[in-house]
């Protein structure tokens, strides 16, 4: 699996980041720097997203419509490779009908980047 993955540290970066880029996807925290991954999907628009959090039960039960999965740490790596494997099939599905979809991958990456053999995250 080849992905290109922008690292944002906050809200505002990541908006910044979805005006210079053309994404596909985002994969965000719930809780970053100036705001929530919610956030950023709202801003984002039609995007789907994999929203990753420490609980759940802090994200409001009204946010949960705006991601496709949910991923509650820790969680083993292979849940997010899932993950992302099915919101590839929702972005190819959205482009063969005609529906402009743009991608982003905006997430604490550090806990992945060093060591990608781990079998949990969080």
Known sequence: MKLEVVVCASVREALVALRQQRPDFIITDY?????TGADVVMAAGALPA???TGTVAQVPASEH???VDILEKPFRL????????GIRHVVRA???SGT?????????????????SRTEVG
């Open 78 to 85: 292979s849940a997010l490779f899932d993950a992302i494997d």
């Open 31 to 35: 809780l970053i720097g100036d705001g």
């Open 100 to 116: 402009v979809v743009r991608d982003i991958a905006v997430e604490a990456a550090e806990r992945l980047e060093d060591d990608d």
């Open 94 to 96: 959205r482009r063969q």
């Open 50 to 52: 994999i929203l990753i």
């Open 65 to 67: 419509e705006l991601f």
